[in-house]
């Protein structure tokens, strides 16, 4: 069984170091939250109170927001410098692919192994192990890393090249925020027209309309079990984490001249959703919350 250090207990973090935890690994852990390091604990894990606790030996996972978060933990507070030639670091958090560029440059140059493996699944996914893992670095570091991410997950892809697998989650978030705005308005019309939102979903979810978002993740209340919708929105995952998602898209996009005018749109929605106060809200409720 691996040593693994595991920073980030977050709305994903948490479920998916306690399934390392569940299958027999040594997991330490580091959070900023002193919430999510008590139940870490409850869990089975080894909390600890800050970077230089990690063994060095150990496989390194992060679970952050944002590129600038694990630029921070593996640069600026020197994680890196702390853990031994040819550990493997996996960064889960979804980030733009100059940052993930950068960070596996630094790494190379202290002999690490790395990969970037940014996940799909949501919560749900993360609790029943049941993730989507999309892996971009070498051969070698993905073969390492597949061992520890299957024990997250139901389906670890190699995307290819380092970064590869933050562009395959970009562009499937882009799909995700786009799908959302347009089941949430298709629920709002199906209302108007006097049709329900079981029976939309039942002839949708079986019609060439159907996509995640219907099938599993549905934004209006007591149609499908287990959904943010279902408990006032509460996330999930938040329209702050999706806002910056299909910002990352646009930026992607504009790196290499490419217009996506529907992320386009989907962004400037989330955009003024989040400026009205609904940052932590599900960002199911884009369309639902007032
Ligand atoms: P979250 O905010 O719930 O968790 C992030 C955690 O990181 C927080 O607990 C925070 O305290 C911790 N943290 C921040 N800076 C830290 C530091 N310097 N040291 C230690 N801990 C630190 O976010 P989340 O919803 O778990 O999302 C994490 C990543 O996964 C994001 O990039 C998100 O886009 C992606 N993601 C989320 C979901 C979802 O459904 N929530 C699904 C797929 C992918």
């Not at 960070?103 to 940014?118: G, R």
């Not at 949708?204 to 919708?229: E, H, I, R």
Request: aromatic letters at 6%; glycine letters at 10%.
């Amino acid at each position: 069984m691996a040593k693994i250090g595991f920073i980030g207990l977050g709305h994903m973090g948490l479920p998916m170091a306690i399934n390392l935890v569940k299958a027999g690994h040594e997991v330490q852990g580091f959070d900023l939250q002193a919430k999510a390091l008590a139940e870490f604990k409850e869990a089975g894990g080894f909390p600890i109170k800050g970077l230089s606790g990690f063994d060095k030996r150990g496989c390194m996972i992060t679970m952050l927001q944002t590129g600038e978060q694990v630029k921070k933990v593996c640069i600026e507070k020197k994680l890196f410098q702390q853990m031994q030639a040819g550990a493997l670091f996996i960064d889960c958090s979804s980030i733009d692919v100059p940052t993930t560029q950068f960070i596996q440059a630094e790494a190379k140059k202290l002999s690490l192994q790395i990969v970037d493996a940014p996940v799909s699944g949501g919560v749900a996914g993360a609790s029943a192990a049941s993730l989507t893992f999309m892996v971009g670095g070498e051969e070698e570091a993905f073969s390492e890393a597949k061992k520890i991410l299957e024990t997250m997950g139901k389906k670890v892809i190699h995307a290819g090249q380092g970064g590869s697998g933050q562009a395959a989650k970009i562009c499937n978030n882009m799909i995700l925020g786009v799908t959302m705005i347009a089941v949430s308005e298709a629920f709002l019309l199906a209302d108007k027209l006097g049709l329900s939102a079981q029976k939309l979903h039942e002839v949708v979810s079986n019609s060439s309309g159907q996509c995640w978002v219907m099938n599993s993740y549905v934004p209006v209340p007591d149609v499908l079990p287990n959904v943010p919708a279902n408990n006032q929105f509460k996330p999930g995952f938040t329209a702050a984490m999706m806002l910056k998602d299909l910002n990352l898209s646009q930026s992607s996009a504009k790196s290499v001249g490419l217009e996506t005018s529907m992320a386009a749109k989907a962004a400037l929605l989330y955009q003024h959703f989040v400026d009205k106060g609904h940052a932590e809200v599900d960002f199911s409720g884009i369309r639902l919350v007032d």
